[in-house]
């Protein structure tokens, strides 16, 4: 299974991960700002299918290596990987580069394509 890069989470990701408040290791809760929720933040990716073993670091370095990483994070719930998490590059431009390229495409990480 492809690991996915998108501007946003899919619809099937649970709405109440994302919130403010919610989860033990939520990733608007450690990395907050004051944009709502849904909101389509133009330097932040979504990425999906990681493996349960892959940490925020290695999520940071792998996609550091795209442009400067502002800051990444993965979506747990009771301590375990939901398999999904957030990339926040300190510009668009390499957002854009990710999703309208062949760059953002079969990525590898950490042996889960």
Not at 13 to 19: M, N
Not at 45 to 69: C, H, K, N, Q
Not at 109 to 113: A, V
């Given at each position: ?23 033990d ?59 999904y ?23 590898v ?5």
């Open positions: 299974m492809p690991v996915k890069v998108l501007p946003q989470p899919p619809a099937t990701v649970e709405k109440s991960a994302l919130s403010h408040g919610h989860g290791n939520n990733y608007r809760e450690r990395y907050h700002d004051d944009r709502e929720q849904g909101e389509l933040v133009d330097n932040r990716i979504y990425v999906g299918g990681l493996g349960y073993r892959i940490e925020e670091r290695d999520l940071f370095y792998f996609f550091d290596t795209f442009g400067p990483v502002q800051h990444a994070g993965i979506i747990t719930e009771g301590g375990n990987s939901k398999g998490g957030f990339v926040t590059f300190h510009c668009k431009e390499v957002v854009k580069r990710l999703l309208d390229t062949e760059e953002g495409v079969g990525l990480l950490k042996g889960r394509n």
